[in-house]
């Protein structure tokens, strides 16, 4: 089973700022990676996939980079909307399809 | 609009069964693969399982934690999904979300994420 290690696990930021989130995979997933954002109260929602590609409605600043086991998503300017929990998912090597812990980014 | 609705969540003891089911709209519910995800009270993301379209023959795969116990089926005439859960433990609490899969398929192998999402459905094991 492939193990996803994201950090940190909260991310303290200032409306406007940039967050930089990292994913970890345990082994290589190539670029089979996808990111997903949960607000509170809230069913996840799909960001990224193929590690790179915003999903149709994702605005532009969210985005990611990275293949093999290093994996990153920028947010380059937070807005009040992107305080949430982001969460990674490797879909390559499967059963089973892992998720990353998550990260936190909350108001600063 | 692509929508997907959960529902059948609810209490039950320890040792039971409960079956979940996931309408989908808005889209061509058989061309799809669909997933079940988890997420037990203030932690992350579990998969739970998925079924292949029957294009791919309609298998299913599962987590170890389900496996032997958990049964993800479908009926495209309907457009829903379910899923059966038997010998419930009290560690399966959690909101079951249902997902719609995309995708690619390369050289034999195919790789799924998650889509789109329903709002989840609530599953309280507890005597």
């Known amino acids: 089973e492939i193990v996803m290690t994201q950090s940190p696990a909260t991310l303290s930021v200032s409306p406007g700022e940039r967050a930089t989130l990292s994913c970890r995979a345990s082994?290589?997933?190539?670029?089979?990676l996808a990111w997903y954002q949960q607000k509170p109260g809230q069913a996840p929602r799909l960001l990224i996939t193929a590690a790179s590609t915003r999903a149709t409605g994702v605005p532009a600043r969210f985005s990611g980079s990275g293949s093999g086991t290093e994996f990153t998503l920028t947010i380059s300017s937070l807005q009040s909307e992107d305080f949430a929990v982001y969460y990674c998912q490797q879909y390559n090597n499967w059963p089973p399809l892992t998720f990353g812990g998550g990260t936190k980014v909350e108001i600063k | 609009e692509v929508q997907l609705v959960e529902s059948g969540g609810g209490l039950v003891p320890p040792g039971r069964s409960l079956r979940l089911s996931c309408r989908g709209s808005?889209?061509?519910?058989?061309?799809?693969?669909m997933s079940w995800v988890r997420q037990a009270p203030g932690k992350g993301l579990e998969w739970v399982g998925f079924?292949?379209?029957?294009?791919?023959?309609?298998?299913?795969e599962y987590a170890a934690s389900a496996k032997g116990r958990f049964t993800i089926s479908r009926d495209d005439s309907k457009s829903i999904a379910y899923l059966q859960m038997d010998t419930l433990i009290t560690e399966d609490t959690a909101v079951y979300y249902c997902?719609?899969?995309?995708?690619?398929?390369?050289?034999?192998?195919?790789?799924?994420?998650?889509?789109?999402w329903g709002k989840g459905t609530t599953v309280t094991v507890s005597s």
């Open positions: 079924i292949r379209s029957k294009t791919y023959g309609g298998t299913t």
């Open positions: 997902t719609k899969d995309g995708g690619y398929c390369d050289r034999g192998n195919c790789y799924y994420y998650m889509d789109v």
């Open positions: 082994q290589s997933v190539r670029s089979n």
């Open positions: 808005g889209f061509t519910f058989g061309d799809y693969a």
